[in-house]
């Protein structure tokens, strides 16, 4: 199957490791050029010189994508670098763990920084030259408890539902203008973030496979795919850790 993306322009962020690292690994697979950014640099060119090796070509932008003007100086490299920016894969660090009733202001605020208005910060930013070619995809990496929350993760729960309420709103809004929205709902893989929180999951998916699950979701014949949260969760009902 051709996905259509070959020469497409993807930004994916929070992608020197994990989840983020496999999808721009699958995006630039399938031929897209690819801006990837992370705090630390050196992981982040060991991903970049992982997608080179492999005959794809990337921009490694070394940057705390949770800061408010992170968004826009990311926009900007990929359309100065490629020209165009066509794909957005919104991707941050997980909060830390801790129940409902423990989460402190500071542990909510800066859930609700990394995981729900960093990505809203990007779509703003990417969507006027989405909807100037009238093509676009916009997919957020989230979690499983946005449909089933997690007791030990308060913080993630209540800023990933946020994003989904917001994520489905704007699927509608941009829909025809070409631009989806979606967001793609791990369950447990096999990342160092699983591996921090520790526990004992019963399934363990592989990143690889998620990465290219983000690929379709960003393709071409994806296009009739919005405002969707697609759990990729080894059919997970309760307990991710
Ligand atoms: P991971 O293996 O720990 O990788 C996180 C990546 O994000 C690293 O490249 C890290 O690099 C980068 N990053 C973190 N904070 C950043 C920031 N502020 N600015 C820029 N880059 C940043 O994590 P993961 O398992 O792939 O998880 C990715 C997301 O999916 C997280 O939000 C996580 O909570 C969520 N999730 C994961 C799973 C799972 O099973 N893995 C399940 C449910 C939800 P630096 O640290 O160098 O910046």
Redesign the pocket.
Known sequence: MDLGLRDRVALV?????????ASADALAAEGAKVVI????AE?LEEAAEGIRAAGGEVSAVP????RPDAPAQLVRTAVDTYGRLDVVVG????PPPGRALEVTDEVLEAALQ??LLTSIRLVREAVPHLREQRWGRICL?T??TVRQPEPVLAA?NTARTGLWAWAKTAADDLFDDGITVNLAC????D????RQLGGRPARLGDPADFGKVVAFMCSEPARFISGVALGVDGARVAGLL
Do not use: E, F
């Not at 962020?13 to 690292?21: H, I, V, Y």
């Not at 940057?63 to 949770?66: A, F, P, Q, R």
């Not at 991707?91 to 997980?94: E, I, P, Q, R, Y």
């Open positions: 962020t929070a992608a020197s490791k994990g989840l983020g690292r950014c992370a705090r630390g992981a940057l705390d994508v949770t991707n941050a660090g997980g990394a995981n990496i979690s499983v993630s791990p369950g447990t893989h990342t160092d973030r699983v």
